[in-house]
């Protein structure tokens, strides 16, 4: 399939209508940079594809406005195209848009008429990006992107792109991202099924401790299935509020009882109050109680005392004999210095009647043995009278300590007849009993709290519990979602295989041909020929080769002799490219080379354009030149200027 | 290349690394002719790579 003819309108530097006729075989395009030469070939790129490839991902692209010329009043495109296919048939493909239009939505079907001839075979088909950048608009840049790309990283989609089989590079990345993403996911829902498993066994666990439990409660508490149930639950509760309330009572207290609630949240709460009034209560009957004990312990240390104290009545008998002898000891006394008393006047009355004689008995009285008489019995006197001094002391505190110990015994007994009065054993023996049954209360309380506790567990585990329809389901989707991860594995391992083989084919069958081409245009004088290896890790290098050595060409040659590879290369693809798109656009190809290399590549150019139509744009005319001389036949289409408001200034 | 051809290469790879199964082979005719679809669009590389990721997350979400 080759180009006859294209008419642009409308479409980018192209503001009124333009003609272009392409010959069979070579079409030189020859003008500075923006008079219209890119313009062209992209028209040809759009007419074909309905779109430009340059244009992808930019943001601006959102509308045609950037294809559209802005000059143009109409804001109009239409950009036609004639093909002349491999039986001679004429077929017209025509797009057209306008300003602010999104771009044409890519089609399945190339918008296309046949002129002249019959019906095309496949050869509409074969125009795809794919086909048309490998094949027909050979953009240098491509192969300098593979000379300079990152060996390990974007060298393959290069590579792949230049060869035409990006989309299989394409089809390996887009199934490793699903692999890994599904990986990714599986993991996920693996985690999900384990949780969800490992909760099920949880649960399972915990219902076979509740059992036991409920075994141990029912044992323990003598319980029957319906002490379980809520409202038993609540009945219990009130209950006990009732049974609280009578010892509350009884204790003629007031107390703020609450109250009991019907639903399981209030009856928590319920039990905490009762909890709580029953310690208060307990307290104060405890209280009560120590109160009582005291008293009684008292008491019966006072009846102790008692007991070993002498009786009453004994020490009052013996206080009285020792009242008795203190008497006598008295009236002893008095009698005593009563008769001192007359001996100390007898005395006084002799020794002033020492001259005279005795009344009795006339005889003279003598004086001494007066008073030696009288002084020997005021002696013995004296003698009885410290007697029964002495003794009176001994009697007045014997007297004392009677007295003491029957005052202490009064007041024991005083203590006693005051105690036995305060204290009041039945009350004492009441307040016992509440405590028996303050006891049983809390004996109920536990069972109740016991049983709460329970219950509670018992429901927050019909929340948790997975249901196994979950876990069926779960798993069944794990399963479906194993098997796409498998099926991705599958088809990345087998296109990661198939991949680096299609390569080596590709390449195998190019080699040969760059070998012919590199050997004419010779970019390098040492490094006739040009390979692409791969090596053992499946990265791709661009050498240049004698028939000693080998070095990569992105070290070792210069950037018009890169140029030169670039060209090469691009020319081999065309040639072994499997479609039948005979035509190749070449835009600026001399770029950097010296007066042998345009020569060289003239030479190159008219031999290629003896099998495959050929469409050049240059603004080298020194290469333009060299290709006139070489191809006469050529057509020629002069760019000499351009204006906004007129266009390209076009000259054939 | 064209879908039959890639087809081809795939099953022959699938069957040499005994991966292969009638259901993967279905599956990978389905991949390709989203493919062929996007590639005739004139899909970018980029497009093409997506379309084959989110052909296997609608497949996902689809179950």
Redesign the interface.
């Known amino acids: 399939m080759k180009i006859k003819e294209i008419t642009l309108s409308g479409f980018r530097a192209y503001n009124q209508e333009y003609r272009f006729l392409f010959d069979d075989k070579l079409t030189l395009i020859i003008g500075e940079n923006g008079t219209g030469k890119t313009s062209l070939f992209d028209g040809i790129q759009f007419s074909l594809?309905?779109?430009l490839?340059q244009y992808?991902?930019i943001p601006e692209a959102k509308t045609e406005d950037m294809i559209i010329n802005r000059s143009n009043p109409s804001g109009k495109l239409r950009v036609s195209v004639q093909l002349e296919g491999k039986e001679g048939e004429t077929i017209e493909i025509e797009r057209a848009t306008k300003r602010g239009k999104k771009p044409l939505?890519?089609?399945?079907t190339v918008p296309y008429k046949v002129m002249q001839g019959k019906e095309p075979e496949n050869e509409i088909?074969e125009i795809?990006?794919?086909s048309f950048q490998s094949t027909v608009y050979l953009r240098q840049e491509l192969i300098r992107e593979f000379i300079h790309a990152d060996p390990k990283k974007e060298r393959r989609?290069a590579v792949s792109?230049l060869l035409?089989?990006?989309?299989?590079?394409?089809?390996l990345?887009?199934?490793d991202?699903?692999e890994k993403?599904?990986r990714k996911?599986s993991d996920h829902m693996n985690d999900d099924l384990s949780a969800l498993l490992s909760q099920r066994d949880r649960v399972k666990e915990w219902q076979k401790n509740m059992e036991a439990r409920k075994k141990g409660l029912k044992s323990k508490y003598e319980l029957d299935n319906k002490d379980f149930e809520l409202s038993s639950l609540v009945s219990l509760g009130i209950k006990l509020r009732n049974d609280l309330v009578d010892v509350t009572k009884t204790l003629d207290s007031e107390e703020d009882i609450p109250e009991a609630k019907e639903d399981f949240e209030g009856l928590d709460q319920f039990v905490s109050g009762i909890i709580s009034i029953q310690k208060k209560i307990a307290l104060e009957i405890s209280d009560q109680v120590d109160e009582n004990s005291g008293l009684f312990k008292e008491l019966n240390q006072i009846n102790e005392e008692i007991e070993t104290s002498p009786a009453e009545e004994e020490l009052k008998r013996e206080l009285e004999r020792c009242k008795v002898q203190i008497e006598n000891n008295n009236n002893k006394l008095v009698e005593l210095n009563r008769l001192d008393m007359l001996m100390v006047s007898a005395k006084e009355y002799l020794e002033s009647t020492l001259s005279e004689s005795c009344p009795v008995c006339e005889n003279k009285i003598d004086p001494e043995k007066v008073a030696w008489t009288i002084g020997k019995r005021r002696s013995k006197d004296t003698t009885a009278i410290e007697t029964i001094q002495k003794s009176m002391a001994e009697l007045g505190l014997k007297k004392l300590e009677l007295e003491t110990q029957l005052n202490t015994l009064k007041r024991l007994q005083e203590r006693k007849q005051e105690i036995e009065s305060k204290s009041d054993r039945s009350k004492n023996a009441k307040a016992i009993d509440m405590k028996k049954k303050l006891d049983a209360i809390e004996g109920q309380i536990q069972k109740l709290s016991e049983i709460l506790s329970y219950e509670s567990s018992k429901m927050s585990l019909v929340v948790e519990a997975p249901s196994e329809e979950d876990i069926s389901k779960t798993k069944e989707?794990q399963e479906?979602?194993g098997n796409?991860v498998d099926?991705?594995n599958?088809?990345n391992?087998?296109?990661g295989?198939?991949f680096p083989?299609?390569i080596d084919k590709k390449l195998r069958d190019l080699d040969p041909v760059v070998d012919k081409y590199a050997r004419i245009l010779t970019p390098h004088s040492i490094y006739s020929r040009i390979l692409i290896k791969r090596d053992d890790e499946g990265n791709y290098w661009l050498k240049g080769a004698s028939d000693e050595k080998e070095t990569h060409v992105r070290t070792m040659f210069s950037t018009a002799q890169l140029n030169e590879v670039a060209i090469v290369l691009l020319l081999a693809m065309a040639e072994v490219s499997p479609y039948n798109l005979k035509f190749l656009i070449l835009d600026d190809p001399s770029q950097s080379m010296d007066s042998e290399g345009k020569m060289k590549l003239s030479r190159l150019i008219a031999e290629v354009s003896q099998k495959r139509q050929v469409i050049i744009g240059t603004m080298d005319h020194e290469f333009a030149g060299y290709l006139q001389n070489l191809c006469k036949e050529a057509r020629v289409y002069h760019f000499l200027g351009y204006t906004n408001e007129s266009g390209p200034s076009v000259k054939p | 290349?064209e879908v039959q051809e890639?087809k081809r290469?795939?099953v022959?790879?699938?069957k040499?690394?005994k991966?292969y199964s009638k259901?993967?082979e279905d599956?990978?005719i389905k991949?390709l002719g989203i493919?062929d679809?996007?590639?005739?669009?004139?899909?970018?590389?980029?497009e093409?790579?997506?379309?084959?990721?989110d052909?296997?997350?609608k497949?996902?979400e689809s179950?």
Not at chain 1, 105 to 108: E, H, N
Not at chain 1, 164 to 170: F, N, P
Not at chain 2, 48 to 53: A, G, M, P, Y
Request: glycine share 6%.
């Open positions: 594809l309905g779109k490839s992808e991902n939505s890519p089609t399945k088909e795809t990006f794919d989609k792109e035409g089989i990006r989309s299989i590079e394409a089809i990345q887009g199934l991202e699903a993403l599904l996911q989707k479906r979602l796409l099926a991705a599958g088809l391992l087998a296109f295989s198939a083989k299609l | 290349m890639m290469i795939i022959s790879e699938l040499a690394e991966r259901q993967l599956f990978l991949l493919v679809a996007k590639t005739k669009e004139g899909a970018t590389f980029d093409i790579r997506t379309s084959v990721r052909f296997f997350v497949e996902v179950q």
